[in-house]
């Protein structure tokens, strides 16, 4: 059995994988299906009825990402009877959200995928706002936070927490026009299974969940620097904002494009206060002959560095003195601590922090 | 690791041992957890109960000290049951025979007497782990950080080896790395014996190699460790210090005989982001930048090469430690390079060492999965399993163990067995994580795990201050009383400052490696009254 086969997607012939679903099919193919719902990481659930697509031979519209991909399927994305689908679906869930003046979806800065599907369209129908009875909780957990007037159950958090974080920690609750993401008994996450991991907000295709420790307001002068995590070994990605010469908020690259497959822990996510914090050493110091420090410049700190080291090495050798790099510091610069202890020093005493 | 993260998910069989991974290696875990809900088997050996014991089938609680009983028993089980992989044994394996005589004695049933797991669970777990194909074993420092540390990983390789789980997908022998850039500091040859790229200072043609790079005459004696480092300051043979992103103080054990020594070094430079505890004995401290303020690499668990990019600049005049040391270096009169960037110092490394030749930082930022060496050449794609043509060696060692007790076991004096470890919230000596401003909600000061049957017999209650003694040093601490730790064991987090667990710890090191046994030393614990002053005397 071939391990890919053909079928047609808007009159294009894609090749889909075994078991492939047609969302994947297309989305491998470039044919972007909007979808609230799909996260790669997760079992498709078929529960935002946005993907929608014609199946021939299929009397109803499907859901794409949960209908499998098969050989000679010939399926349609875009067609009249989708976007009316959409446009009815679109105001259904538009009237459900909390609006902003100009009675559009709220624009905050992780992305709001009603905003960007609704905000150009000119087929919405004009239903009067839905004041559902859903609530949120109080929390007082210091990282994570639900707006339930953006939330549109879509049950991508709670699946991520069941199915990748696999804690469990939050849940649909209530029934019909109360349904909400809860917690058993609706506790502050604090005193549940949470690990504080995030991964509930970066799967929210509508900002209902957020950060409480970044703005969400958008600003379109922010940057996104991608780079390593700084904690353990398992070197996850990272997309540094940066507003203002500031780490503004941490997030994980997109999922299926990096070691972390887009998660992040609490530490990784929420533990950067550091960078900015007014106890950083700003300048060196060098100990005065009463015991104390007092600042100094660079080329004092220096010339002090290598006198002290040098008196040392000329005395009694270089094997008198002890070269600790870090597993903190990058490649290089664990490069170029063994290089000064070998070739300016003349010993092999250096050791990496991490070797006890 | 022998093999790779993402392909955690898709193996059958996991055994992890000496590894919180929740809590020290959070995303691993998540892998972990992804396998168990694919329907793979995880076996849990640890003395605690931990947050990743929720969803194993099976948790060996075994007494601290003691992973070379269950280890071997293991070893033992598979032999005498033949389920060893004769055809990998003998085309890629030496010493096996030598493995089972000394497993022999090993039975599971004594094995149970010693580690407190019942023979069965032995027996169960030593069958499903040869028996399945895609089964991994995953530790960390719980398995390293003893006097018989390299006989734990000796005893765990050998597993592997007669299973013939190496060189394969999802299985394999994989130590999960405590640090951002453990793996990148041993690679760059921050070593006593190893160049970068493992080449030995002892091999005459690695010398002459670095020599002719380096352009000056090179120590062939190696170097000393850094216990070694450290008993040499308490002696007097090392009588300057360079310390670059460790707070020393914290993190090595007995830290109360080591601040003495402190005093008698000549001259100390500490280059580090924070002030931290060993400044306060420097000469001159130098402010660095941090990792969102520079450029580099760093190479994760699974030798993954990743790009760190400055983000922003760094506060005041705090430099990056790349630039600092290339200018030390020159104040000292060697001829350091003026590196531009980073990419020209990796790329002076890579040169110099087979494993990473093909790997740049320019070929890292075409690929957000980094490259994982061995990448010999420009267009080799990087290695994500080890061994997967026969042992890199030729032949693959297995080395006999036998069990040898922890330096130090309780006594009346000293009734418990301590344990120190991390905790999902923080970070080692936490320099960073209790400055993130949320950090007291979760977890505000030091904690000491004692289980219900000795708090009670201690007069302890759940939420009392305690102070826990060793024959170095006392910390205070609160009590959590809990059924997750065994009857006679206690754990404390490493994390805190001002009750720093490392008073206690017992600097006794492992025979190779000089690590510290952290995970066990004998203390005594007792309640202290509400001001905290008067101990009150423990029955």
């Known amino acids: 059995m071939s391990d890919t086969f053909p079928l047609v997607i808007d009159g294009q012939t894609v090749q889909a994988r075994q078991g492939e679903t047609v969302l994947q099919a297309a989305d491998r193919a470039g044919i972007q299906i909007p979808t609230f719902c799909n996260d790669p990481r997760l079992t498709p659930s078929g529960a935002c009825r946005m993907c929608l697509v014609e199946v021939q031979g299929q009397r109803r519209l499907q859901p794409s990402c949960a209908w499998k991909a098969e050989p000679g399927q010939v399926v349609t994305t875009a067609s009249e009877r989708i976007e009316k689908h959409r446009a009815v679906l679109l105001s259904m869930y538009l009237a459900d959200h909390s609006q902003d003046e100009a009675g559009q979806a709220a624009d905050i800065a992780t992305g709001n995928k009603l905003r960007a599907y609704t905000v150009d369209r000119d087929d919405l129908l004009p239903l009067a706002p839905v004041h559902s009875p859903r609530v949120g909780r109080a929390d007082d957990n210091p990282y994570i936070a639900f707006d339930p007037d953006r939330c549109i159950l879509c049950a991508r958090c709670t699946r991520y927490c069941d199915e990748v974080e696999g804690v469990s920690a939050i ?18 996450l604090l005193a549940t299974s949470c690990e504080l991991c995030g991964g509930c907000i970066a799967t929210c295709p509508t900002g209902a969940l957020f950060e409480k420790k970044a703005d969400p307001a958008p600003d379109p002068d922010e940057t996104i620097v991608r780079s390593t995590c700084n904690f353990c070994g398992v070197g996850c990605q990272v997309d540094l904002r940066v507003r203002d010469g500031r780490i503004a908020a941490v997030e994980a690259p997109p999922p299926g494009t990096t070691v972390n497959d887009g998660n992040l822990c ?36 220096l010339e002090r560095v290598a ?8 005395r009694d050798g270089g094997d008198a003195l002890g070269f600790i790099s870090s597993s903190r510091c990058t490649g290089e610069e664990n490069y170029l601590m063994q290089k000064l202890a070998r070739a300016a020093f003349g010993t092999n005493n250096c050791h990496q922090c991490a070797a006890t | 690791m022998t093999n790779s993260i993402p392909e955690i998910r898709d193996a059958d069989f ?14 691993i875990a998540m892998e972990m957890k992804r396998a168990v809900y694919r329907g793979a088997t995880l076996v849990v050996a640890d003395p605690r109960a ?24 293991m070893a033992h089980v598979i032999i005498e049951e033949d389920l060893v992989d004769h055809a990998f044994i003998e085309a890629h394996v030496e010493g096996f025979d030598a493995v089972a005589a000394a497993v022999a004695d090993y039975t599971p049933e004594q094995a149970e007497q010693v580690t407190g797991i019942p023979a069965d669970h032995i027996r169960r777990v030593a069958r ?4 399945t194909e895609r089964a991994g074993i995953y530790y960390t420092l719980g398995i390293t950080e003893h006097t018989h540390g390299t006989d734990n990983v000796y005893a765990l390789a050998n597993l592997v080896l007669m299973t013939g789980h190496l060189g394969k997908p999802s299985a394999g022998m994989n130590p999960l790395r405590g640090q ?27 010398r002459q190699r670095f020599e002719a790079a380096w352009g000056v005459p090179l120590s062939p004696f190696p170097g000393t460790t850094l216990p070694a480092m450290m008993e040499g300051v308490k002696h007097g043979t090392v009588k300057g210090l360079y310390v670059m992103g460790e707070d020393i103080l914290l993190s090595e054990p007995n830290c109360r005989d080591l601040e003495e020594a402190m005093n008698r070094l000549e001259f100390m430079v500490v280059q580090d982001i924070f002030f931290n505890e060993t400044c306060r004995f420097a000469d001159v401290v130098l402010p660095a930048a941090c990792f969102a303020e520079k450029d580099g690499v760093f190479t994760n668990s699974d030798r993954r090469v990743q790009r760190v990019r400055k983000a922003v600049e760094p506060p005041g005049d705090a430099r990056a430690d790349w630039e600092i040391l290339c200018d030390v270096a020159r104040g000292v009169g060697y001829p350091m390079p003026h590196y531009a960037h980073p990419r020209e110092v990796y790329a002076e490394m890579a040169a110099l060492c087979d494993k990473f030749a093909g790997i740049r930082h320019e070929r890292i930022d075409q690929d957000p999965r980094g490259l994982q060496w061995p990448c010999p050449t420009a267009d080799h794609p990087g290695t994500p399993t080890l061994h997967v043509d026969g042992p890199m060696r030729g032949k693959a060692l297995m080395t006999p163990v036998t069990y040898r007790p922890s330096a130090e076991l309780p006594d009346v004096e000293y009734p418990l067995i301590l344990s120190t470890g991390r905790t999902l919230y923080h970070y080692n000596c936490a320099t960073q994580t209790r400055r993130e401003r949320h950090a007291p909600l979760t977890q505000p000061e030091n904690f000491l795990q004692i289980h219900p049957w000795d708090a009670r017999r201690l007069g302890v209650a759940h939420g009392d201050r305690i102070e826990v003694r060793s024959r170095r040093g006392a910390v205070r601490a609160r009590a959590q009383v809990t059924k997750d730790v065994r009857k006679g064991c206690v754990w404390m987090p490493l994390h805190f400052a001002e009750a720093r667990a490392n008073l206690l710890t017992n600097e006794a090191g492992d025979a190779v490696t000089g690590t510290a046994e952290y995970k066990v030393c004998a203390v005594a614990v007792a309640r202290v009254d509400q001001d905290g002053d008067e101990a009150v005397a423990a029955r």
């Open chain 1, 171 to 188: 849940q649909l609750v209530e029934r019909g026009g109360h349904t909400t993401i809860g917690t058993a008994g609706m506790v502050g």
């Open chain 1, 266 to 301: 609490v530490k990784g996510r929420f533990a950067y206060d550091f960078v900015h914090h007014d106890e950083r050493l700003r300048s060196p110091l060098i100990r005065q002959a009463d015991g104390s420090f007092r600042q100094a410049t660079w080329p004092e700190a």
């Open chain 1, 307 to 314: 006198s002290g080291l040098k008196k040392i090495r000329d």
């Open chain 2, 14 to 27: 996991l055994f992890v041992i000496g590894s919180n991974t929740t809590e020290a290696h959070p995303i």
């Open chain 2, 50 to 73: 931990i947050w990743l014991t929720e969803v194993a089938d099976l948790h060996l609680q075994l007494h601290p000290g003691t992973d070379v009983w269950l280890l071997n028993a």
């Open chain 2, 128 to 131: 499903q782990y040869a028996t």
């Open chain 2, 180 to 206: 951002n850039n453990v793996q990148g500091a041993n690679d760059a040859g921050a070593s006593p014996v190893f160049y970068p790229g493992y080449q030995r200072v002892t091999d005459d043609d690695a």
